[in-house]
C-alpha cells in the first residue's frame, strides 16, 4: 500500500512538471528557426493582407463641405471615403467634417480651439484642409478698385503667418497624422478668363503654401488649380467659383493619388476618373 501511495505521487509529480512545461511561453530568441520563419513569411505579406480602420478629419472651407454638389453629398470628401472603403487595405473609415463655407485662414484657426475638433484631430490618420481661397477672394473684395499686387502681397503675408499656426496647432494635437493641404484655384476665371495676371497671383499663393508646408513633418501640398483650368464648364458649380459632382470627383481622385505616393503603409489604387461632358 505504501508503495503504491509513492508511486501515485511520482506520477502525479511528473505530470505538473510536464503541464507546467507545456504553459511556458516560447522563448523569442532571435535564432530560434521557427521565430525566424514567421518574420521572413511577415516581412513578405503585403500590408492589404491586413486591413486597416482609418479615421478621417477634414477642415476649412466651402470645398470641404462640399457646396456645389448636385448629388446632396459633402463634396470630395464624400467620394474619398468612398474610394478609401473600396480599398482592399481599408477595413472601416470613419469621418468627422468640420468645414464652414466661407471660411478664411484666421477663422479655422479659431475654429481649432474647439475641444471637439481637437480630441478628433488627436485620434485622425488623415487629416485634409480646403483654406486660402476666402483669403484671396476677400482681398479682391476689400481693395475693388485697387487689384494691383500690393493689397494682395499683404493678404498673403497675413495668411501666411495664419498658415503657420494652423499647421503648428495641428502638430501639437496629432504629430503622426498625415496632413494634407489641397492648393487653391482661380476664382475669378469666369471674370478675368485668360488674364495672365491672375493666374500668376494663384501660382504664386499657392507657392507661398507649398513653401511653408515643406518645413513640416508628415505635412503635403495637393495641387488642384490644373485640374479645373479650362475646364470651368466642366467642373465648375453654376456659381463659376465652387466645383459640381464631377469637379469634386476629380478632386477626391487627385487627394487619393497623393495619400497613395505619400502614405508607404498603404497599397492604394488610384482609378482613373472620366472626364463629363459638361458641368449641368
Same mark, same amino acid.
Given at each position: 500500500?505504501?508503495?503504491?501511495?509513492?508511486?501515485?505521487?511520482?506520477?502525479?509529480?511528473?505530470?505538473?512538471?510536464?503541464?507546467?512545461?507545456?504553459?511556458?511561453?516560447?522563448?523569442?530568441?532571435?535564432?530560434?528557426?521557427?521565430?525566424?520563419?514567421?518574420?521572413?513569411?511577415?516581412?513578405?505579406?503585403?500590408?492589404?493582407?491586413?486591413?486597416?480602420?482609418?479615421?478621417?478629419?477634414?477642415?476649412?472651407?466651402?470645398?470641404?463641405?462640399?457646396?456645389?454638389?448636385?448629388?446632396?453629398?459633402?463634396?470630395?470628401?464624400?467620394?474619398?471615403?468612398?474610394?478609401?472603403?473600396?480599398?482592399?487595405?481599408?477595413?472601416?473609415?470613419?469621418?468627422?467634417?468640420?468645414?464652414?463655407?466661407?471660411?478664411?485662414?484666421?477663422?479655422?484657426?479659431?475654429?481649432?480651439?474647439?475641444?471637439?475638433?481637437?480630441?478628433?484631430?488627436?485620434?485622425?490618420?488623415?487629416?485634409?484642409?480646403?483654406?486660402?481661397?476666402?483669403?484671396?477672394?476677400?482681398?479682391?473684395?476689400?481693395?475693388?478698385?485697387?487689384?494691383?499686387?500690393?493689397?494682395?502681397?499683404?493678404?498673403?503675408?497675413? #495668411?501666411?503667418?495664419?498658415? /503657420?499656426? $494652423?499647421?503648428?496647432? =495641428?502638430?501639437? %494635437?496629432?504629430?503622426? &497624422?498625415?496632413?494634407?493641404?489641397?492648393?487653391?484655384?482661380?476664382?475669378?476665371?469666369?471674370?478675368?478668363?485668360?488674364?495672365?495676371?491672375?493666374?500668376?497671383?494663384?501660382?504664386?499663393?499657392?507657392?507661398?503654401?507649398?513653401?511653408?508646408?515643406?518645413?513640416?513633418?508628415?505635412?503635403?501640398?495637393?495641387?488642384?488649380?490644373?485640374?479645373?483650368?479650362?475646364?470651368?464648364?466642366?467642373?465648375?458649380?453654376?456659381?463659376?467659383?465652387?466645383?459640381?459632382?464631377?469637379? #469634386?470627383?476629380?478632386?477626391? /481622385?487627385? $487627394?487619393?493619388?497623393? =495619400?497613395?505616393? %505619400?502614405?508607404?503603409? &498603404?497599397?492604394?489604387?488610384?482609378?482613373?476618373?472620366?472626364?463629363?461632358?459638361?458641368?449641368?
Amino acid at each position: 500500500m505504501f508503495r503504491l501511495v509513492i508511486l501515485l505521487s511520482f506520477a502525479v509529480m511528473l505530470m505538473v512538471m510536464f503541464n507546467s512545461k507545456q504553459n511556458e511561453p516560447l522563448q523569442a530568441s532571435a535564432n530560434h528557426p521557427y521565430i525566424e520563419r514567421k518574420s521572413h513569411i511577415l516581412k513578405k505579406v503585403d500590408s492589404s493582407f491586413f486591413p486597416r480602420d482609418l479615421k478621417i478629419v477634414a477642415l476649412g472651407d466651402s470645398l470641404t463641405s462640399g457646396f456645389g454638389d448636385q448629388s446632396g453629398n459633402t463634396g470630395y470628401i464624400t467620394v474619398l471615403d468612398q474610394m478609401l472603403r473600396a480599398q482592399r487595405g481599408v477595413d472601416q473609415t470613419s469621418v468627422k467634417n468640420y468645414a464652414i463655407g466661407g471660411h478664411r485662414s484666421d477663422q479655422l484657426l479659431n475654429e481649432l480651439k474647439r475641444s471637439e475638433v481637437q480630441y478628433s484631430l488627436s485620434k485622425a490618420d488623415y487629416i485634409i484642409v480646403t483654406i486660402g481661397g476666402n483669403d484671396v477672394i476677400s482681398v479682391a473684395q476689400q481693395n475693388i478698385f485697387d487689384l494691383t499686387n500690393a493689397p494682395f502681397a499683404k493678404g498673403n503675408r497675413d #495668411y501666411l503667418i495664419n498658415l /503657420n499656426q $494652423i499647421v503648428s496647432k =495641428i502638430k501639437e %494635437y496629432n504629430p503622426h &497624422a498625415q496632413l494634407y493641404f489641397v492648393g487653391i484655384y482661380n476664382p475669378f476665371a469666369s471674370l478675368f478668363s485668360g488674364v495672365p495676371e491672375i493666374e500668376q497671383l494663384i501660382d504664386s499663393w499657392n507657392q507661398s503654401t507649398e513653401n511653408v508646408l515643406s518645413s513640416y513633418d508628415h505635412t503635403y501640398f495637393i495641387p488642384v488649380a490644373d485640374v479645373f483650368k479650362g475646364k470651368e464648364d466642366q467642373y465648375l458649380f453654376h456659381d463659376y467659383i465652387h466645383p459640381n459632382e464631377a469637379g #469634386y470627383k476629380q478632386m477626391a /481622385n487627385r $487627394i487619393l493619388t497623393y =495619400i497613395s505616393h %505619400y502614405d508607404l503603409t &498603404a497599397s492604394y489604387v488610384v482609378a482613373e476618373v472620366e472626364e463629363e461632358e459638361d458641368g449641368y
